[in-house]
């Protein structure tokens, strides 16, 4: 339903501070469009008795911040805490909020580690590589137990990677890679594979590492000597800087990658 | 006094003389507030004076005392500067007119003798004989630096006071047009209200008349008043007719009031009727609500309903924003809103007792793009004059999740009824 929403409800003058993607919420719209876009975020960190004083003191919502403390303290279901919040302001329309409630039944409905897979995903979207990494290698961690399928367990091994990267950490990103590769060996493994090495070794031990996986794999093609010189001249060209250009402002820049950084691992 | 809380003020800021007086639940009707206590003296000067030695300022009788004082400064133009706006040198510092009715109202104010006037009171009606732009942001401005919220003061001229004297007496008194007569020192002046009932909802309207010169003689003053009275009253059928003003005598006139009162009409006098008035006023806004279903209309209020359709819960629902018969001075609103799927605002306009309605879409350019329900909007209309509405909306963002760009969109809309074809 196209049109214009009206706020009824105040907006708060202290805050709630979401800390699973850091940031700080004003209104019960701004809490809305979050659990509705992070389902997998929706965990103690935000079902607790902060969040439901939060929505009676600074929105002035008592009833609503009654329902949810109740559906706490009977240790209800996600969306029985969740579902109150949507429908106090119609924040989305009939069909909406029930292909939501739908989203959110199926999700805890899923395997343990599946959620937590996903919720690594979405603390990646978020930026917070660091918490990502935990729900990865908790993944990880339990695979000898519960004997995964290796399509997943490439794919969590792979998304790991690339949070370990984001954060500089490109020996950890790059033994995530080999792993996600000698699980289920994709072209989309291979490459991030391939650049890893480039990045991560010297340019006389590249060969070699990279013989060492060729080594596991005689039966796949992957990674080829094409996919090597393609890699050669993306690093080549990032190395030269050719596309690259100087930032007017170096010094907002700089604050920018800091406070995405110190973002990414808090 | 009987009421100390929730108090429904009325205030006439006259030129030369002030009153206050609250409306009294008990009684049922409004009481003026005394300047002495155990007199019956009700009006005080309009002026101010400041004594720089003791820092002190004094209103009404006081000021009069005061100013007169070696060193006391008297400021005797209150009314004109406020109705026409500007500065004054008081000692040592420049005062806007919107500082010194600060001082008046709250030094005033004291009379009501309650301990915290913002706590007590609940409405205050200021009326004034006739009204300006600068007179009604003067006293906006000093209303809500004395503390008062934008809903607990509002201000009217005489001829709205006299409606709603008129509308909270019983209803024998208004079944037709009522005509007020009205005697400051030297002149009459007339003011005649009717009300439209052909109209939906029904307009009440008040016309003044061109005022005479009172003469001397009491016979002269008889005739002057029966001839007035009958140019104004040529051309409506009254049920009512009121005297006020301070040079009204009921001995002398008399004569007059009895030959009024053969045409079967009904004569009242009142002391203060538009400070009453404003006191009424204060009430019917505040508590009572009997007057909904029929609008006072004058040049200064708005003929234009503008509302948007909006989204409240599952529903979308017309949403009034600015509603004719306002006064365009007090014409203003705000809100917040969720744009949905929309990169423009759309408003609705209907002209009063009028079906037909018209949109008006206003475009936000440039408007920073981010995913849907991520940009909330705040919206306010004002009033510039009855003819034009001024909108201003401006991009709040979304939280820490979509900053805002703060940026504003502006546009005006006519109020003006569309050219018939």
């Given at each position: 339903m196209a049109g214009y929403r009206l706020c009824r409800v105040r907006t708060a003058e202290i805050p709630f501070f979401i800390e699973s993607i850091s940031t700080n919420i004003y209104t019960i719209e701004e809490l809305c469009w979050f659990l509705h876009n992070n389902i997998p975020l929706v965990d103690a960190s935000i079902m607790n008795r902060d969040l439901t004083r939060w929505v009676a003191q600074g929105l002035g919502l008592t009833k609503l911040s009654v329902t949810m403390e109740q559906a706490i303290a009977r240790q209800a279901d996600i969306s029985d805490f969740v579902m109150p919040v949507f429908r106090?302001?119609?924040?989305?329309s009939g069909t909406e909020l029930a292909s939501f409630a739908k989203s959110l039944s199926e999700f805890s409905r899923l395997p343990l580690h599946l959620r937590l897979k996903m919720k690594g995903d979405a603390l990646v979207r978020g930026g917070k590589h660091q918490a990502a990494i935990r729900a990865y290698r908790k993944v990880i961690r339990d695979a000898g137990e519960y004997n995964f399928r290796p399509e997943f367990l490439s794919g969590v091994w792979y998304n790991c990677g690339v949070a370990e990267m984001k954060l500089l950490l490109y020996d950890e990103g790059l033994r995530s890679f080999i792993r996600a590769y000698d699980l289920h060996p994709t072209k989309l493994h291979a490459r991030a594979c391939m650049r890893a090495l480039a990045v991560t070794k010297p340019k006389g031990k590249f060969p070699e590492a990279l013989q060492e996986i060729r080594a596991r794999h005689t039966e796949d093609m992957l990674l080829s000597d094409e996919l090597k010189e393609e890699t050669l001249e993306v690093i080549g060209i990032a190395e030269r800087g050719a596309d690259t250009s100087v930032p007017e402002d170096l010094t907002k820049c700089v604050q920018s990658f800091m406070r995405d950084y110190r973002n990414a691992t808090g | 006094m009987n009421e100390v809380r929730e108090l429904l003020i009325g205030f006439e800021f006259g030129r030369e003389t002030s009153t206050i007086c609250y409306y009294d639940r008990k009684s049922e009707e409004p009481v003026c507030v005394t300047t002495k206590v155990g007199t019956n003296l009700f009006d005080f000067p309009s002026i101010l004076a400041y004594v720089p030695s003791k820092n002190e300022w004094h209103f009404g009788l006081e000021a009069e005392y005061f100013g007169k004082l070696p060193g006391g400064i008297m400021v005797s133009s209150v009314y004109d500067l406020a109705f026409h706006g500007g500065s004054i040198r008081v000692a040592d510092r420049e005062m806007e007119s919107s500082d010194l009715l600060r001082v008046f109202f709250l030094e005033s104010l004291k009379l009501l003798g309650v301990r915290n006037i913002v706590q007590s009171i609940a409405k205050i009606v200021v009326t004034t004989p006739e009204i300006s732009p600068e007179l009604v942001f003067g006293v906006r401005r000093a209303m809500s630096s004395i503390g008062l919220m934008a809903g607990q003061y509002s201000i009217q001229d005489h001829r709205e006071s006299f409606y709603y004297y008129t509308y909270s007496q019983r209803p024998d008194l208004w079944t037709r047009s009522v005509v007020l007569f009205d005697f400051r020192k030297k002149s009459l002046s007339a003011y005649v209200l009717s009300e439209k009932k052909e109209m939906n909802p029904p307009e009440a309207v008040v016309r003044t008349a061109g005022s005479v010169r009172i003469p001397e003689g009491d016979e002269e003053k008889n005739r002057t008043l029966l001839d007035y009275a009958a140019s104004v009253m040529k051309d409506n059928a009254f049920s009512g007719v009121l005297m006020t003003g301070d040079s009204f005598d009921p001995d002398v006139m008399r004569p007059a009031c009895d030959d009024l009162s053969r045409e079967r009409n009904r004569i009242y006098f009142e002391d203060d009727l538009f400070v009453k008035g404003a006191c009424y006023a204060s009430y019917e806004q505040a508590e009572r609500h009997a007057f909904r279903g029929r609008v006072y209309m004058s040049e200064s209020r708005v003929r234009m309903n503008i509302g948007m359709d909006m989204i409240i819960g599952v529903n979308t629902v017309p949403v009034p924003l600015i509603r004719a018969g306002s006064s365009w001075f007090e014409a203003s609103e705000s809100c917040e809103f969720i744009l949905d799927d929309r990169d423009f605002l759309v408003f609705t306009l209907q002209e009063m007792g009028s079906a037909k309605r018209r949109n008006y879409r206003m475009d936000l350019p440039d408007l920073p793009k981010r995913p849907n329900r991520t940009t909330r909007i705040r919206l306010t209309l004002e009033c510039l004059s009855p003819e034009v509405c001024e909108i201003r909306a401006e991009d709040l963002g979304f939280g820490d999740f979509y900053p805002g760009s703060h940026r504003i969109w502006k546009g005006s809309v006519s109020l003006l009824p569309e050219a018939a074809d």
């Open positions: 106090e302001i119609g924040y989305l | -």
